[in-house]
């Protein structure tokens, strides 16, 4: 949980202190006990492009944790810790954040870890000729000063409230390595060199990276491992067998390729085998309907709340979630990080009688054939599936239809640049909300256009002054206000509708210890340096 | 032309295997589309009842959606059927076309049509149609009609082959000499004697087709709008250790069909190959 | 000599029309289609329409299709495959990494099958009509008969999920030792099953087509002479007869590799085996278009000149096709 305190907090352990508080007591004992060395083997999703982060963007941020650290880092409770800062503050009106860096933080190469390097990481994020995905958490950057070789102040054109939770704990890039070439086309994708607890050893794509431990990482005496292996496979079911059969040590959620096969999970986690343990937790990871607003017919307000009463959203989280997931009311959802700008009294209501009445008003009567016909587009796998599912309840209320599945290069182009989708459904997936501003992007009215991301083409004069009005400042009194506005008009509007989130389900052989369920940026494995293999 | 049929059939019907074979799929092709059409199961009705085991009221049980799976099941046979029966229907109008003018006229009409037939057996037809399908998307109608244009050279090769052999047959020769022109000869003459051979290459041309589109179903490319048994399999793929039933009864279902089909063009390739039919050495 | 020549020439001409054929038709069909690895890659997140305009540039996916074609095909004459944005490696390395362990599969499997098919079939059509021929030819049906997928999941289920015998997947234990001896058992360990479901079904074709063929082999004539001049029985079957029926055998295992790189999608798809099918299908789903282009050519190949040595065999042995 990232609580609003811990961006102004200092500490004073550090990185490279071990000052014993609180958490930091049972840690030192777990360090204490653990026992050293191993091969870890771990199901896993590889990058697309390579080890910078600022390329993969939201792709794949967990796994840079391994060889990259951020300024900050998450702890086992998923709150905001030093990292390569070793304390940092940030102004009352969140566009100045200044970070004090640890001494003594050396790269895989031994080059010692500079401000330089922060500056020339976020810049780099920001740079428009990069077009780094994650650009959108410092949009407004103004400049970055490095005053002396430990202290970086980033400082924006207004406050910037995902700046700490989305991109603080991000990895440190080398500039030596990195500066003066395209970073699209470097070798360095695929022979990272960052000050993280493991060193990428070996890379086979479609198949499996290995990655040996960092003698020399700054925190001593981790990490514990003394390898881990990715293990890289198309199909999740087929791996989380190869699980079962002890072929592998863990699977974490944000691993699987293609989502969680949620009945062989369900099937595990009930069965409750002696030797695997399983945890299930919370994720801001929303499953989004969206419609095309601006055509027929969901150009009529009424059309798309009889869409949002006909959806039976319980039996989509119980049959085919298999229970791993919760009914997401309104488009803020009821998340830790967003908790304070949710609003409790917008509910689901199905209805399948109401959503009847509401077609006839809107001027579509029932007759032979359904009342319109529309379709659904999906992408093969799990999204089908889905698609069904919401097939046989719009038919249901008298809405005819069909489904078209392609891959997910073609489903994107359609929906996010050709907009050729009137009269067309679709679900996406919106992972990592760390804030109302990133899922309300997605609704703004400046997005509307092609290639922009909002997709439903939704343009709301009222709404769009609100979400931009909640972006521009840091008060957070004042932001739930405009947000408690947006989430009632949304819900009256129904531009989207949000189905459920799903929960995140870890499993891990009983001998695999230290593994810690976070949602955040980093995930999991965020405290991969001090897991450990407890194998008599 | 009588006599030939009742001897066609007398040979059959000794193939016990073929004539069961033969039997059972014409129940088949009977009874599902009829129980489909008369009883009017909706294979899209969801319920509450998820992954339910085989019961009374459900023979098949249910899947990952509440929905009874012998309704789908019967719906998926029809899919199936439909599938083979259709890229049969293609390959053979144009294999037989092919075929014939290939075998008549010889020459360079002959040439140019083989060398197609050729390439298209050597071009590895799966993947073609495989990454078309992936990239237009998979409407069943578009499968359809790639598989049937990927199958008519195997009723053209055996067509053609027929064809060089009747060409010199006496009762060719006197049509000719009475004044017949070409089309006649080809289509009123020849072609009638070439279907023996053929009708068993449909039947496991058929088969291999519902094969063909269980495959790319089960890849993911199928289309989703129809209840497809490889489909069926695939999505019920994941429930296969605690519901085995999902997967389970389309999988077997797919087999069942599709060994029907073998067994009954293995018995019609030996009741009609007048080759293979005598007996003994 | 010189009749062989021409046929041999007229052989090759051929198949490198076809080739091109291939090349071709392969080329415009993937680049015809919707999406690309740009979008792919990219589509979900927040990027700037000129971003991706940019990045198209840069992979050289905005000049007009007949320039790339031609590029490609001037790459390809000089041996060069290609280099895949997406998996970040020149094409040609990729394959050479790849085909070796499909190979590793599809040979024992074709090995298997037609030995094993020319076996059982030569046993069948022996003991023509007795209990062994129906068992044969009842088991040969059935195998002809089965999805290989289906197979696939049931061996997986069977063997690897509930008796625990066999691995579910993957080519090697992970984290084991990679080379020597134990790598090799290894690897065989996780071969079996594979290799079971890719043999199954030519075993079953093998198996019909050899009893087929020994079985019309067998009434000939010629046979009769050779029985009545005094030969042994088994000198007349195994001796005349099986050679002269292995002929078609050879044809069809010709078109068979062609299928059994199909078979091969699927197989190693399911197996999740680090082949050349479950790089083709990734590649589909990615949007790799030099890696698609580059499987379908390469196997395209591979298929024509099987076959070409075939006849060119054939030619050699039997003067009559030569002026067919």
């Known amino acids: ?536 | 032309m009588r006599e030939q049929l009742a001897e066609v059939w007398r040979v059959f019907r000794r193939q016990r295997a073929a004539a069961g074979g033969f039997l059972a799929l014409a129940v088949i092709v009977v009874a599902s589309p009829s129980i489909v059409v008369l009883t009017g199961i909706d294979p899209e009705a969801i319920s509450a009842d998820v992954l339910g085991r085989p019961s009374l009221a459900h023979a098949m049980g249910t899947d990952y959606l509440g929905r009874d799976i012998l309704g789908r099941v019967l719906h998926g046979v029809n899919t199936s059927l439909l599938v083979g029966a259709s890229v049969a229907a293609i390959a053979l109008s144009i294999g037989l076309v092919l075929g014939t003018a290939a075998g008549f006229y010889r020459g360079s009409i002959d040439h140019v049509i083989m060398r197609a037939a050729d390439g298209l057996l050597i071009v590895p037809t799966f993947f073609l149609v495989l990454a078309v399908a992936f990239i237009f998307g998979g409407r069943l109608s578009f499968v359809i009609v790639m598989l049937g244009l990927t199958t008519w050279p195997q009723i053209a090769r055996i067509v053609r082959a027929e064809v060089l052999a009747l060409k010199e047959e006496a009762f060719v020769q006197s049509a000719r000499a009475l004044g017949a022109g070409d089309a006649h000869l080809m289509f009123r003459e020849i072609l009638p004697n070439t279907l023996p051979p053929v009708v068993a290459m449909i039947a496991l041309l058929g088969s291999s087709a519902i094969l063909s589109e269980a495959s790319l179903s089960f890849l993911g490319v199928g289309d989703p709008n129809v209840v497809s048994l490889g489909q069926m399999l695939t999505s019920g793929l994941e429930y296969v250790t605690n519901a085995w039933w999902v997967p389970g009864f389309p999988g077997a279902a797919i087999f069942v069909l599709v060994l029907l089909l073998n067994v009954l063009g293995d018995g019609l390739n030996v009741a009609l190959n007048p080759r293979l039919r005598r007996g003994g050495v | 000599m010189t009749g062989v020549a021409w046929y041999v020439a007229g052989r090759l001409l051929q198949s490198a029309v076809l080739l091109a054929f291939v090349v071709t038709i392969g080329f415009f069909v993937i680049r015809a289609a919707p999406g690309d690895p740009v979008l792919y890659l990219y589509g979900a997140q927040n990027i700037s329409a000129e971003t991706l305009a940019a990045l198209r540039q840069v992979w050289g996916l905005d000049r007009p299709l007949g320039e790339q074609y031609w590029v490609y095909v001037t790459n390809l004459a000089s041996g060069n495959l290609g280099y895949s944005q997406i998996n970040r490696e020149v094409v040609s390395a990729m394959l050479a990494r790849k085909v070796p362990n499909t190979l590793l599969l599809m040979a024992p499997s074709i090995l298997l099958a037609a030995a094993g098919g020319v076996v059982l079939g030569t046993t069948a059509c022996r003991r023509l009509g007795t209990a062994t021929d129906y068992v044969i030819g009842a088991m040969s049906m059935v195998g002809y008969s089965t999805p290989p997928f289906w197979l696939a999941i049931l061996l997986i289920v069977l063997f690897a999920s509930t008796l625990g015998w066999l691995p579910t997947q993957g080519m090697a234990t992970l984290g084991a030792s990679s080379r020597g001896l134990a790598h090799a058992l290894d690897v065989t360990r996780h071969m079996v099953l594979p290799v079971t479901v890719l043999t199954w079904w030519y075993l079953a074709a093998f198996t019909r087509l050899t009893r087929a063929s020994m079985l019309e082999e067998s009434r000939k004539p010629y046979l009769m002479t050779a029985r009545m001049k005094g030969l042994s029985e088994a000198r007349v079957f195994y001796g005349h007869a099986l050679r002269n029926a292995s002929r078609p055998v050879l044809t069809v295992l010709g078109l068979y590799l062609g299928t059994m790189l199909a078979g091969a999608v699927m197989t190693e798809v399911v197996f999740a085996w680090p082949g050349m099918g479950l790089l083709t299908f990734s590649a589909i789903v990615q949007r790799d278009y030099p890696v698609v282009l580059a499987v379908f050519i390469v196997s395209g190949a591979a298929v024509v000149v099987t076959n070409l040595v075939i006849d060119l065999l054939y030619a050699v042995i039997d003067p009559r096709i030569r002026y067919a």
């Not at chain 1, 049972?26 to 199901?43: C, I, N, V």
């Not at chain 1, 840079?64 to 998450?74: A, H, I, K, P, S």
């Not at chain 1, 910037?160 to 991000?170: E, I, T």
Request: hydrophobic share 40%.
């Open chain 1, 1 to 536: 949980m990232v609580s609003r305190r811990a961006f102004i907090a200092t500490t004073t352990a550090g990185v490279t202190g071990a000052a014993v508080q609180g958490t930091r007591a049972s840690r030192l004992a777990h360090a204490q006990e653990a026992k050293r060395g191993g091969t870890l083997r771990l199901l896993q999703i590889e990058p697309a492009i390579g080890f910078n982060p600022a390329l993969e963007g939201t792709n794949w941020p967990e796994t840079m944790r391994m060889v990259y650290n951020g300024l900050t880092d998450f702890n086992e409770t998923g709150d905001l810790v030093p990292g390569l800062a070793r304390s940092w503050t940030a102004s009352e009106e969140a566009d100045t954040f200044t970070f004090k860096l640890a001494p003594g933080v050396q790269f895989h190469d031994g080059q010692p870890c500079t401000a330089d390097d922060v500056r020339f990481t976020y810049e780099m994020v920001a740079d428009a000729k990069v077009a780094s995905p994650l650009n959108v958490y410092v949009a407004n950057l103004k400049s970055i000063d490095t005053p002396d070789k430990s202290t970086v102040t980033l400082r924006f054109n207004g406050p910037n409230v995902l700046m700490m939770p989305g991109v603080s704990a991000m990895g440190i890039l080398p500039k030596h390595i990195w500066a003066g070439a395209d970073p699209r086309k470097s070798q360095y994708l695929a022979q990272p060199v960052g000050t993280g607890p493991f060193k990428l050893k070996d890379w086979q794509r479609g198949d499996h990276l290995t990655f040996v431990a960092n003698r020399d990482y700054i925190r001593k005496g981790r990490p514990y491992l003394d390898q881990v292996i990715f293990k890289v496979v198309s199909d999740a079911a087929t791996g989380i067998q190869s699980f079962r059969n002890g072929e592998l040590d863990a699977v974490l959620s944000q691993g699987v390729p293609g989502g969680l096969p949620y009945a062989l999970v369900r099937q595990i986690v009930d069965a409750r085998p002696p030797n695997i343990a399983t945890n299930e937790f919370v994720q801001a990871f929303s499953q989004i309907l969206w419609m095309n607003c601006a055509a027929p017919p969901f150009d009529n307000p009424k059309v798309r709340r009889a869409i949002a009463h006909s959806i039976n959203k319980e039996l989509i989280v119980k049959a085919l979630l298999q229970g791993f997931g919760r009914v997401q009311d309104s488009v803020v959802g009821n998340f830790p990080s967003m908790r304070w700008a949710h609003d409790p009294a917008i509910k689901s209501d199905y209805n399948p009688a109401r959503a009847n009445q509401l077609l006839d008003e809107a001027g579509y009567p029932k007759k032979a054939g359904g009342r319109f016909k529309i379709t659904i587009l999906a992408t093969e796998g799990f999204r089908v599936k889905l698609s069904e599912a919401l097939r046989a309840m719009f038919t249901a209320v008298g809405i005819e239809s069909s489904i078209q599945s392609s891959t997910w290069a073609p489903y994107i182009q359609r929906i996010r640049q050709d907009r050729e989708t009137a009269g067309m459904i679709w679900t996406i997936f919106i992972p990592r909300q760390v804030d109302p501003s990133l899922i309300l992007d997605y609704l703004s009215p400046k997005n509307a256009k092609p290639g922009g991301s909002n997709y439903s083409q939704w343009t709301n004069a009222r709404a769009g002054e609100l979400i931009e009005g909640a972006r521009a400042t840091g008060n957070q009194g004042k932001r739930k206000g405009m947000y408690q506005e947006i989430q009632k008009i949304v819900a009256d509007e129904a531009p989207v509708v949000p189905l459920y989130s799903a929960l995140g389900v870890d499993m891990w052989q009983r001998y695999v210890e230290g593994i810690h369920s976070i949602d955040s940026l980093t995930g999991t494995l965020s405290t991969i340096d001090t897991v450990s293999l407890n194998r008599s």
